[in-house]
């Protein structure tokens, strides 16, 4: 059977290095299924290690969030006018994110109707091009504070480029601070702000504000221009449950596009596609270089290994559903040995286990 191995230690390791770094409260981001970590057991080890504020995308994730936290903050970072989303955000006392009159409306009618008042973010959309006012909407970001049963704690922009382009991040901070001080002009205590993510607070200086999301950089699995410190966390593994050695000519997997050269010893891996081995997360970046590679990959297929006892074997014919085939020839492999893979939480089957170590 599969599993995910989490290093406890490592992750904690990743926590401290990282609130040293941005030297203002955490934000602890756990959407997608905590980044693929498992949502409740990754929140708890944030909780455990001070981490005071979660945010999530979905709001089916909000229930899951509250069995593991005592009074620690939901922030849900999606704008929206679905009454019922609205209705489950103010129910559960979490926080909204405000980022059209439509949205304000929806959130203070539903609150209304609850009998209570929704703390909420003003949300800023200063080039991502999601949700938010934008700059030249600051008018209509002002009416937000009006409604009677919302009450704003903060306001909050996203970057888009903060994987290579530091002057557009900057630019960006720049835009959200003077529309913050335009309604701040109008008497408004704007609150808590917060721009940065973990490839801004890795890549770009002083752009943290009066606090920081968190989520890719706790894994350690973040695009930065410099190396870091951060360790690289997360590994998939199974126990080779299969060895057999065939004669040279012998076609191996799939449509038998792969034939062995010789008299080959191979080890049966039960990790396959369905686990999320050999599906590719695309590049958060696009530069020339990455065309190239990509190009590169197309002409000639990358190949692929799993490790076993801390040495890496090649993949052979085409990886399965649920099982790959490797050469182990010349090796000391044997039945129930550990074969693990480098592989990002994130692809990773979220039916899979994710063991804490």
């Known amino acids: 059977m599969s599993r995910y191995i989490i290093d406890t230690k490592k992750l904690e390791e990743n926590i401290s290095l990282i609130k040293e770094k941005a030297d203002v409260p955490l934000i602890g981001v756990v959407k997608g299924n905590g980044y693929g970590f498992g949502i409740k057991e990754f929140s708890k080890i944030l909780k455990d290690n001070g981490i005071k504020t979660f945010a999530v995308t979905e709001v089916d994730d909000i229930n899951e969030l509250k069995s593991i936290l005592d009074d620690e903050d939901i922030l849900v970072m999606r704008s ?4 019922y989303e609205a209705e489950v955000i103010a129910k559960n006392k979490c926080i909204a994110t405000i980022g059209s009159l439509a949205a ?14 929704t703390k909420c973010y003003l949300k800023i959309d200063t080039g991502m091009g999601r949700y938010g006012f934008m700059a030249s909407e600051v008018e209509d970001a002002i009416k937000c504070y009006s409604f009677e049963n919302l009450e704003f704690i903060g306001a909050y922009t996203h970057f888009s480029s903060a994987f290579t382009n530091e002057e557009l991040t900057k630019a960006q901070l720049a835009l959200f601070n003077d529309t913050m001080s335009q309604i701040e002009k109008t008497g408004i205590n704007v609150g808590t702000l917060h721009a940065a993510n973990s490839p801004a607070l890795l890549n770009v200086d002083n752009v943290c504000l ?33 060895i057999k050695t065939v004669p040279a000519g012998y076609s191996i997997g799939y449509n038998g596009l792969y034939t062995t050269k010789r ?8 990790i396959g596609h369905y686990d999320g081995f050999g599906l590719a997360k695309e590049k958060e970046i696009a530069d020339f270089r990455s065309v190239l590679s990509q190009l590169k990959k197309f002409l000639k297929k990358q190949q692929m290994y799993i490790k076993i006892n801390g040495r890496m074997y090649s993949v052979i014919g085409e990886i399965g559903l649920s099982h790959t085939a490797v050469d182990i020839t010349g090796s000391d492999v044997k039945l129930g040995d550990v074969a693990s893979v480098d592989i990002s939480p994130l692809m990773v089957n979220p039916r899979i286990p994710r ?3």
Request: aromatic share 4%; proline share 2%.
């Open 104 to 117: 304000a409306q929806v959130m203070n009618d539903v609150s209304q109707r609850l009998g209570i008042k």
């Open 355 to 357: 063991i804490y170590k």
């Open 80 to 83: 929206t006018c679905i009454e």
């Open 210 to 242: 009066d606090s920081v999301r968190i989520g890719s950089a706790f894994t350690g699995r973040v695009i930065t221009k410099k190396r870091t410190n951060l360790n690289r966390i997360g590994s998939l593994e199974a126990d080779v449950i299969e």
């Open 263 to 270: 008299e080959t010893k191979i080890a049966i891996v039960p």
